[in-house]
């Protein structure tokens, strides 16, 4: 069961919530419209990993939809609530924890503004672990779009994710695992819920590559601490333009996030991809130094 901490003027340190009963109004337009936005961040031993970078994101994201975003000062004590009361009832290390913002119920002057910290998906690791079998699917726009079209939200985290979530499924029925989206222009953009990380090793020389955030695709916070921590380690970096043929030319792709962190592509399209078992394990142990 997760856990829920509303942001209430009237609870300082967040109100909390019953998850088995309803808590939005139906009128909310989070729900009716998916007019809103959130970020999702794993917590361990009772610390959100990112947190600053999480709510950075998200404020951009809500600036884009021209939508009050609550300060920090109100959200961090709502996460500290909603923490103390998973561990509470779940006893459990690591969580999920969920920030979401609605535009609030149709005709209200004010926001809808909660926390929710959930189980950690048992598929997290096992992907980690296993690797991914992905297929490329278009995004049905092409790469330059975001800079001629700033209205369209791209590069934003809105809880508009019903494209998003069809890929996935549309994935799964076709026996792969996930999806890497291409723009029309053939570039390479992201995961539903990840961002694509590349490494290439050549003459010694060992560079980390992802999509240009100019191709309207989400900024990641992981791939961020990642390249962050790689770069003081040695390795160059680069950002893209990206095409298909860059990926199986690769010595390691990775899907990346916050709460599966790296989880390694193994296939495309049906088609095997260079694995490289001791780069995960390098990159994995690069990306926690900065977690």
């Known amino acids: 069961m997760s856990v829920l901490v509303f942001l209430d003027p009237a609870f300082p340190d967040g109100r909390v919530a019953d998850a088995s009963v309803p808590q939005l109004l139906a009128t909310d337009l989070g729900a009716t419209r998916g007019d809103g936005v959130f970020e999702s961040m794993l917590a361990v031993d009772g610390h959100p990993r990112k947190l600053e970078s999480h709510l950075d994101r998200m404020a951009g994201s809500a600036a884009a939809l021209d939508l009050d975003f609550p300060p920090a000062e109100h959200w961090e004590p709502a996460i500290s609530t909603a923490l103390a009361e998973f561990a509470r009832v779940h006893g459990d290390p690591q969580a999920v924890v969920k920030l979401l913002l609605t535009r609030g119920p149709e005709g209200a002057q004010h926001p809808t503004a909660w926390v929710q ?80 990380v590349l490494a290439v090793i050549e003459d010694g020389v060992k560079t980390l590559l992802t999509p240009e955030l100019e191709s309207g695709i989400l900024p990641g916070t992981t791939q961020g601490a990642l390249f962050r921590a790689a770069e003081e380690a040695g390795w160059q970096l680069g950002y893209g333009p990206l095409e298909p043929t860059h990926l199986h030319q690769a010595d390691g792709v990775w899907l990346v996030s916050s709460i599966r962190l790296l989880a390694p592509v193994k296939s495309i399209n049906g088609e095997a991809i260079a694995v490289s078992a001791e780069l995960s394990a390098e990159l994995n142990a690069l990306v926690e130094t900065v977690l």
């Open 117 to 196: 910290a959930s189980p950690v998906p048992a598929s997290a690791a096992e992907q980690r672990k296993t690797g991914l079998d992905v297929l490329l699917l278009e995004r049905g726009y092409d790469s330059t779009l975001a800079e001629r079209a700033p209205w369209l939200l791209l590069g934003s985290k809105t809880l508009s994710y019903a494209v998003n979530m069809a890929a996935i499924r549309y994935a799964h029925e076709h026996g792969a695992d996930d999806v890497i989206f291409t723009s029309a222009d053939g570039k390479i953009l992201e995961g539903p819920t990840s961002t694509v």
